[in-house]
């Protein structure tokens, strides 16, 4: 069974309204997850490191105010797009790992599409 | 519009013939790679991996080589089945990095009945 959920599984809002995706180890605890984001026919882009009890890392080019991580909890961790816009459209994707360091148990999340009207 | 080359490129195989997708990674550097399956409107699902001191590893149906002097990676599926229709993606990873994975392009894989 799945073990990482993602909530929602797809949104549709207006341009400019702001958009929470909640991203949700099952049974397990991550002190740390990923949020990636991916264009329709291309690969998987990393956003973001969500830390547990500390400040996201983001990545090159990912406006940190644009998309809001916080990492609520050992089991929960939520990305905002803030005003959303049309190019912000995309299927929105967290991993978490299972085990400290261990890249091979990361487990991924069903996908969140967001489409920005 | 669309830009050339960030398509993903396509696999066309019989059902019941073994497949063979190629990926080139980055980093030298990288110990660890491993090969995800996509199915549409899905997250990736892990297949197999292997570390940087194997050349070559073997799963179900699946087997993964290693050959870091020219830096690819490849994934052979045996007896493919049309189950096995979809984007498949290589990742690579440096060992302490945070667990942070890199992707390659990916590459659809279609099964022809």
């Known amino acids: 069974g799945a073990v990482v959920s993602q909530h929602p599984s797809r949104v549709i809002c207006k341009s400019g309204t702001s958009v929470k995706i909640e991203c949700r180890s099952l049974?397990?605890?991550?002190?740390?997850m990923f949020w990636y984001r991916q264009f329709p026919k291309q690969s998987l882009m990393l956003m973001a490191t969500?830390?547990?009890?500390?400040?996201?890392?983001?990545e090159q080019g990912v406006e940190k105010d644009k998309f809001l991580i916080n990492h609520a909890s050992l089991t929960l961790s939520t990305l905002t797009v803030t005003s959303a816009h049309p190019e912000d459209s995309s299927f929105y994707i967290c991993?978490?790992?299972?085990?400290?360091?261990?890249?091979?148990?990361?487990?991924f999340g069903p996908g969140t599409r967001l489409l920005v009207l | 519009g669309e830009s050339v080359g960030l398509h993903l490129p396509t696999l066309s195989v019989q059902e019941g013939d073994n497949s063979i997708i190629n990926c080139a990674y980055s980093?030298?550097?990288?110990?660890?790679f491993i090969w995800y399956k996509q199915e549409s409107g899905k997250g990736p699902q892990f297949i197999i991996d292997?570390?940087?001191?194997?050349d070559k590893r073997q799963g179900q149906r699946v087997t993964v080589l290693l050959n870091k002097t020219v830096k690819h990676l490849s994934l052979q599926i045996a007896a493919t089945q049309p189950g096995d229709s979809a984007v498949y993606f290589c990742?690579?990873?440096?060992?302490?990095?945070?667990?942070?994975?890199?992707f390659g392009k990916g590459i659809t894989l279609s099964v022809r009945p």
């Open positions: 991993s978490a790992p299972r085990a400290s360091g261990g890249a091979g148990t990361q487990y």
């Open positions: 049974d397990f605890q991550a002190t740390t």
């Open positions: 969500s830390n547990e009890g500390s400040k996201a890392t983001y």
């Open positions: 980093n030298s550097a990288s110990d660890y």
């Open positions: 292997i570390r940087s001191n194997m």
């Open positions: 990742a690579e990873n440096l060992t302490g990095a945070n667990s942070k994975l890199t």
